[in-house]
């Protein structure tokens, strides 16, 4: 059975170069455009792994991460943050959200292709 990947973030141009990445791979492609779509998207598909941006308008993935982590049925997901955000502070937040692990946009599709492989 093919994995299921949830690409998550509010810029159509980025998730298209998010799908142009991992297209190679033979996954089921999911999007969501906000946090709250990728806790519903993740509630429903229960993906293999998701790849989401920190910065979105109604909320942002932290906060999305959070919920996805603390849900029973989906804690065990994932979530690989792809980001301009690069700080310290940005990663050890990201950790404490329950983070599997952190990529600094622009990001080269190997990125993604190795944690495809590494965590799903």
Excluded: Y
């Excluded at 996954?27 to 509630?43: D, F, Q, V």
């Excluded at 790849?51 to 932290?62: E, R, Y």
């Excluded at 050890?92 to 959200?97: G, I, M, Y």
């Amino acid at each position: 059975m093919a994995k299921k990947i949830l690409l998550v973030d509010d810029s159509a141009a980025q998730l298209e170069e998010m799908k142009n990445a991992v297209a190679g791979t033979d996954a089921h492609i999911l999007t969501a455009t906000s946090g709250r779509e990728a806790i519903e998207k993740a509630r429903k598909e229960r993906p293999d792994i998701i790849f989401m941006d920190i910065v979105m308008n109604d909320l942002d993935g932290f906060g999305a991460c959070r919920e996805i982590k603390k849900d029973a049925a989906t804690g065990h997901i994932p979530v690989v943050f792809v980001t301009t955000k690069h700080n310290r502070a940005d990663r050890l937040w990201a950790d404490k959200q329950g983070a599997d692990e952190f990529i600094t946009k622009p990001f080269e599709p190997q990125q993604l292709l190795e944690q495809v492989s590494r965590l799903s």
